[in-house]
Every structure is written in C-alpha cells, then in structure tokens.
C-alpha cells in the first residue's frame, strides 16, 4: 500500500474563497477535527499576515494533537534581503511551527514580471530561503507556484527551480496548478518529468490543484498517479475563485474507488460526511445537495425504475455503500417515482403488500405535485399522506378560523410594522381562542397555534422552525401564481420538513405550519383527540 500524505489548506487557502471568513476559534476547532480524522498536515495560516493567523500558531500548541503536524505559509525572502534578516522569514520561525511550507515561483514569465528579479536571483532566493528554514531544525515544504504553466514555457528553468529547492532540503516539492488551467494528462506527463528530474535528491513530489476548469480533483488523482506522495487541497473545495481541489472527494476516490492507496494513516472513512457538514457550518456556508460522496443528493433516488433496481441490488445506480463515508441512501417521492419508490417509503407502516394502497398514494402524489406541491424535502407532509390514505390519521385539533392583522405604524420616530395572528381551534371538547405578536405572518401564527396547543400537547414546546422557503410554483400567473412554502422544523430528536401550496402565501404557510404540528404530535399522540368530539364543538362555534 502506498501511502498518500494528505494536507489541508482549508485555514488558509480555503480562507480565501469569497464568502468565508473563520474566526481563530473556527480555526482551532477544524485544526482538532481535521487532527481526530488523521490527516497528515495542517496548513494553520501566513503568521506575518494579520493578528489571527498569528495568534492561531500561539493557540494551537495548546491542543492536544495527536496525528497532524502544523504548518506554516509563507514565501521565499524578499529580493536583495538576506534570509536570516526578511521579515517573512523571522515570522516564519517565530510561529514555532514543526513544518514551514514555502512558495516560490517556477515559471520565468512571474519571475521577470511579478518578482522583477533576474532568473538567478530567483534560485539564490528559493535556495537561501529553504537552506536557512532548515538549518533552523525545520521540516520544509516547497510550493512550487505556477508549475505545470512554467514547465510548459520554459521546462528548462522551471526544472532548476525545483532542483534548487531540493538541494536546499526541502522533503517534499509540490507542484501547483496555481491558475487551474491544466489538463489530466499534462499533469500526468508533467508530474513524471519533475520526479525524474529530482532523481538524484531524497525529495517527494506532491500536488495542489485549483477547480477553475473542474478538474482539481481530477488532477491530483493524475498526480497521484504519475507518482505524486502529497495531495494539497481544502475540505469541500472551498477557495478563492472556483475553489481547490476537494479533499472529501480526492480522499474518498484514492481510499475506497483505487486499489493500492492508504490515506489518513488507514482509518475508515466514515466520518467524511460529517467532517464535509461540519466545515460548511463553521463557515456559515450552504451545504452542496449534489456534492459527491456526502452531500445529501450523492445517494438520493427518484426515479421508479432507479429505486426498484436499488431495491434488489444497491450497486446498480450506487457506486458504493453511502455507509462507507457515513452518508445515507434517500429515497425521494414525485411525479417521477414508481410504485417502488412508495414502498420502500411506505416499509415502516408495514403497508407495503397492498398494491391497491400504494396505487391510491401514487396516484394522490402525482396529482399534487401537478398543483405544485414538492415531497422531496416534505418527508413528514408525506408521512401524513400515508397515513390519511391508510386510514391511520386522526388529527390533534381541527381549525376553526385563523386571521392575520398587519399594521404599520407611524406615529413614532420610527416606521414599526406590527403583525398580529388570532387562532381558534378545537381541541376534543374544548376551544381555544389565542392572540399572538410575530416579526412577521407565519410567526405570529406558529406563536397562536403554539399558545392554542401546548396545554393539550406540553411536548410542543420543544419544537422550532428551523427554517422557510417560499418558492413560485407557475411564474405566468404573476401575482396570482400559487406558491410553494417548504418549513423545516425540528425537535430534540430530528429534522423534519413540509409543504403547503396555495394563491395565498398566508394559506401556503398555514398548510406547511400545520402539518409540522401534525407530524410532531403523531409521533408522540398517534392516536390522536376524539375526532367526533372536536367534530362537535367545531359545528357549535
């Protein structure tokens, strides 16, 4: 098995991406969840950049790390600075880093035009930068910037720099594909030159590939190929412009789909879902449904003739079991689905035998979702469907009548728009009659609903709207379009979702809201109040 270094850059170039910013606590916690799962760098930030990075490098010797070494970022001295006296380089030491990681260039074109030095004083630099790191007792890495576009204009040079590098004492020299321009098979073919041109050093070649063409990860696996040891990239992929190469799914591709690979000291996989969710919610990022290996659509089927074919045998439309990077098969129900989707949806109300049933709830899908209602993320909506066509449902309370007063008022400094919602329910033999305040209609009628429900139903006091979205389900129709509002909600126990679909987005909500109290009270009332009893009071009122 050979072993693949893993290093993570998510705390420095993933920082970079727009939209993310960690604070030193984001930073120290990834750093521990990145250590726990095994990977062999972490690369913490440039010290001489900003107060954060710096203060990182102080925080993180406090934690107790037991497999990754920390790294810090810099660059090659600065032109006509000796090493020992570049401000850069002090910072560098000054961290304490076990490992220092350094970027210089390689292609002739930056160093003329960016650095504005001569092609020798570029060597001097990269040799005189890396010989004094390591003559200080540091590991070194060496970032080759722009290497696969240097190596293509001018391989001559391009090899000396990484030669320079090498005899200088760096352990591993890592090409990066800095403007994400390169094809697989250029890496390929360009990784292999390098190794053959750092024969005669003891020096690694590793990988840092950009996604600007979608094919960062594409690329490292070619690296690793061509005889990369080292794959650089950032958890999810995240970075400036398109992103870096994603580690979950180059991890995933080397430590489950390629034989003769070992990755993260040879743990299982199984937290890489969890690693993936854990970063876009420190980030404060959206999660990427569609996102190979863990994101919630990786595993997802939809279509009939998928979920019955999934059903006798999983690797017909899943390349692995979802179980190995602690992910999930959902089976999702539309116009689309099958009678097949509805049973493997249907096994826990043990309703699966009778086809005439499956046939009604299909049936009663397809029509809705020609209304415009979604089930995909409305499971519970749907579980509520099950049971009123199986006969299992018996509601909690019955709606009497609901009303939304909204009032702006100006009489003081300050515009205030005040929105009140009056609820009256029934209840088995009782009516309730409640008043609330909300920042707005759907909160103001979850507060009167809620003060409606609780002295019956306590346990809903544990429950939360977690989030609301409103979708145009027939955009034509203008302001007379009916509209879709999907409400997630949640309780101690799970994460729960509904629909509501109505020309009125009060009504839309109301249906959502509803369903979500229905669900959460079936779960721990499944029999629900005397039926004929609210019957009753519902005709008296």
């Not at 092609?119 to 200080?136: F, P, Q, R, V």
Request: a negative charge.
């Amino acid at each position: 098995m050979q072993n693949i270094q893993i290093y993570d850059t998510t705390l420095r170039d993933g920082s970079q991406g727009e939209g993310v910013n960690f604070s030193l606590f984001d930073k120290l916690q990834i750093a521990e969840r990145l250590d726990e799962m095994g990977f062999d760098f972490i690369e913490g930030g440039y010290p001489l950049s900003n107060e954060k990075d710096s203060e990182f490098f102080r925080k993180v010797r406090e934690l107790n790390l037991k497999t990754a070494l920390i790294c810090a970022f810099g660059m090659t001295r600065r032109k006509g600075v000796a090493a020992k006296d570049d401000p850069g380089m002090i910072a560098l030491l000054d961290s304490q880093a076990p490992v220092i990681t350094v970027v210089g260039k390689t292609s002739d074109f930056h160093v003329k035009e960016v650095l504005r030095v001569t092609l020798e004083e570029n060597l001097d630099m990269i040799a005189e930068s890396l010989g004094h790191l390591k003559s200080e007792g540091r590991r070194v890495i060496y970032d080759a910037e722009h290497a696969f576009d240097g190596w293509k204009a001018n391989p001559e040079y391009a090899a000396r720099t990484v030669q320079a590098a090498a005899s200088a004492g760096a352990e591993t020299v890592v090409l990066c594909d800095t403007n994400g321009g390169s094809m697989p098979s250029e890496v390929a073919d360009i990784t292999r030159q390098v190794i053959a041109a750092l024969g005669k050093y003891d020096c690694e070649v590793g990988i840092h590939t950009h996604n600007d063409c979608e094919l960062a990860v594409a690329n490292s696996l070619a690296g690793v190929a061509a005889g990369a040891k080292q794959v650089q990239g950032t958890i999810n992929g995240i970075g400036e412009r398109c992103g870096n190469a994603d580690l979950i799914s180059t991890i995933a591709n080397l430590g489950i789909k390629q034989e003769g690979y070992e990755v993260l000291k040879g743990t299982d996989l199984k937290h890489l879902t969890e690693l993936s969710r854990f970063v876009y919610e420190t980030a404060n990022l959206r999660l990427r449904d569609g996102q190979p290996f863990v994101g919630q659509s990786a595993f997802a089927h939809k279509g009939g003739m998928h979920v019955h074919a999934v059903a006798r045998a999983a690797s017909s439309y899943e390349h692995i079991n979802p179980e190995l990077v602690g992910n999930e098969r959902r089976i999702l129900v539309s116009e689309l689905s099958g009678r097949s989707n509805i049973v493997a949806l249907t096994t826990k109300h043990n309703i699966q035998n009778d086809k005439e049933l499956m046939g009604k709830i299909l049936a009663d899908v397809v029509a809705l979702e020609n209304e415009g209602y979604q089930f995909e993320a409305a499971g519970a909506s749907f579980d509520l469907l099950v049971k009123k066509n199986a006969g299992t449902f018996t509601p909690h309370f019955d709606l009497v009548k609901y009303h939304i007063d909204v009032e702006h008022m100006t009489e003081s400094e300050n515009d205030n728009v005040v929105t009140e919602a009056t609820v009256k329910v029934a209840i088995d033999d009782k009516v309730r009659h409640e008043v609330a305040e909300g920042d707005g209609p759907v909160n103001a009628l979850d507060a009167a609903l809620r003060k409606a429900l609780t002295e019956s139903y306590p346990s809903l006091a544990t429950m939360r709207l977690v989030d609301y979205k409103v979708r145009v389900v027939n955009e034509e129709a203008g302001t007379a379009a009916r509209i879709r509002v999907v409400i997630e909600s949640s309780d101690n126990d799970e994460v729960w979702g509904t629909v509501g679909v109505s020309e009125n987005i009060i009504e839309a909500s109301w249906k959502a809201l509803v369903d979500a109290v229905e669900y959460k009270l079936c779960k721990e009332h499944p029999n629900g109040s005397s039926s004929d009893a609210k019957s009753k009071v519902a005709e008296k009122v």
